[in-house]
């Protein structure tokens, strides 16, 4: 494994996660920017900017007047054939909503990074995954990073999975707003050749040429809509299979250990927490380190790959727990519970007939500091639900003052 | 037309034939058919500029008006293709195009 990084990492630096995804972005060689300037997003796209200006990479920049036109623009130019890239967190996509659509109804293998940011209103400038939450549904492989190592090669992965043959769609990249996107750590940058050699253009997909016209972009009628839909839902699904091979190949190549799920001290665990992104993640696995030293089976399920869904990478992972609890940073108000991540686990457990007390709880809204305390006391709590017999039957708002 | 299934359709809707929409007979949307006098017609082209569909054949045909005149060309309907919109017989600036109900009564 170390033999590997010797060969292959060029450098290391440290960078935001942010600029790791800038730098990824240009080690890839992409052909068309198209972006808006949004907090917390805007330092990967001045950094890109900068990259084009200094002649660093060779693509064309295409400042726009909105989100919405943004992702318009990169759907234009992937539909032409070329490799693009666009980032955006919050209002901006939201506005960019119905382009999310667009795009994985058109196949395009798009590559964007969000930096997951609170909804207004209020107006809020903090992280948390509300805005990534709500485009769940969109049709996009999403993808949540933990670290900035993880951003760089999860945006490198994530063109080879968007353009391979059998996938054809978007790939979102996301990670905590702030706490990621804001913060420096070390990452270690590699030599572009063996990142081109990862990543071959896919040349054969169809695109817009006046040489061989072809139409993109058409209406369909009752009698065609639902199965040219279906195809973009057939093929999410099927994705998983392509995103773990893409997975092994890359560890294989850069000696990397990335799996759709990150389990930290599951195998004999009876508590388990489950979380996505960079804080909560972080702060999970050192409450458990915590609570083994008191005495608690405590273990952390990370999920990496959020869409499509990888519930038997899941399921596997927490069977054997005694209870589970879901630590969303985002809501979904008026549901059964308030945690869109909650919902998935449960209905993954459900499907695969695991009956087993799940816990729903939210907390980091609008960057409300999680403390590792915080997390430590959550695994008593557990302790304390499956000695007793008596959990929450509603979701548990943490860090909210009441 | 041939029932294809998911598996069978090109991915994202797209259209890999060019001019296919050939194949498409849009002329049974018409209500209304427009139908060119020819002797009043003074081989403008504006209709078949205007047509937005496009179904206004340019022919090599020649045509001797009952006045005596003679012309190299004739403008016809594609009357597969046309829609009956209209916009010939309302931009025609010599009224020789008129709009007739294609069902009676």
């Known amino acids: 494994m170390l033999g590997i990084r010797e060969e292959i990492v060029k450098e290391r630096l440290g960078l935001t996660s942010n600029y790791a995804a800038a730098y990824a972005v240009k080690t890839v060689d992409v052909d068309v920017i198209a972006a808006y300037p949004i907090t917390p997003q805007t330092t990967i796209i001045e950094k890109l900017a900068e990259f084009v200006a200094n002649g660093e990479l060779d693509a064309e920049y295409i400042p726009v007047e909105s989100e919405h036109s943004a992702l318009s623009a990169v759907v234009g130019a992937s539909a032409a054939g070329a490799r693009v890239f666009t980032a955006t967190a919050a209002q901006g996509l939201e506005f960019m909503h119905e382009v999310l659509h667009i795009t994985s109804g058109l196949r395009l293998p798009v590559v964007m990074a969000v930096p997951g940011r609170a909804l207004s209103a209020p107006i809020s400038i903090h992280g948390d995954y509300q805005d990534i939450m709500n485009a769940r549904d969109a049709g996009w492989i999403m993808i949540i990073a933990s670290s900035a190592q993880e951003v760089y090669d999860s945006i490198i992965m994530a063109y080879r999975i968007a353009e391979d043959q059998r996938v054809l769609l978007p790939v979102m990249v996301s990670y905590d707003g702030f706490l990621m996107s804001h913060t420096t750590e070390p990452v270690e940058l590699y030599h572009e050749e063996y990142v081109r050699k990862f990543t071959p253009r896919n040349l054969s997909r169809y695109r817009l040429d006046p040489r061989k016209p072809i139409t993109v972009g058409v209406i369909a009628s009752p009698d065609w809509y639902y199965e040219i839909k279906y195809q973009a839902v057939h093929a999410l699904r099927e994705s998983k299979q392509v995103i773990k091979e893409v997975h092994e190949e890359f560890n294989k190549a850069f000696g990397t250990n990335y799996d759709l799920v990150e389990k930290y001290m599951v195998d004999d665990a009876d508590y388990v927490l489950i979380t996505y992104g960079g804080a909560s993640s972080g702060n999970a696995k050192e409450a458990a380190r915590r609570a083994r030293e008191r005495g608690l089976r405590a273990g952390v399920v990370r999920i990496r790959l959020f869409r499509p869904f990888p519930a038997d990478e899941l399921v596997n992972a927490v069977k054997d727990a005694k209870i589970v609890a879901v630590v969303d940073r985002a809501l979904t108000p008026g549901d059964v519970y308030e945690g869109p991540v909650f919902s998935d686990v449960v209905s993954a457990l459900y499907s695969r007939n695991i009956e087993k007390p799940v816990i729903s709880v939210v907390h980091g809204i609008s960057q409300r500091t999680m403390l590792a305390d915080d997390f430590y006391n959550l695994y008593k709590m557990l302790d304390e639900y499956a000695k007793t017999g008596v959990y929450p039957r509603s979701t548990v708002f943490l860090g909210l003052r009441s | ?105």
Do not use: S
């Open chain 2, 1 to 105: 037309m041939m029932r294809l299934t998911w598996r069978d359709l090109p991915i994202g809707g797209f259209v890999i034939e060019p001019g296919n929409a050939r194949n498409n007979l849009t002329g049974t949307w018409r209500t209304e058919r427009p139908v060119i006098d020819q002797d009043a017609c003074i081989r403008c082209r504006i209709c078949w500029m205007y047509c937005p569909e496009p179904a206004i054949l340019e022919l090599n045909k020649p045509y001797t008006t009952r006045g005596g005149k003679k012309y190299d060309m004739t403008y016809e309907i594609d009357y597969d293709h046309c829609k009956g919109c209209g916009i010939c017989a309302h931009e025609c600036p010599v009224k020789a195009i008129k709009m007739i109900p294609e069902v009676g009564g």
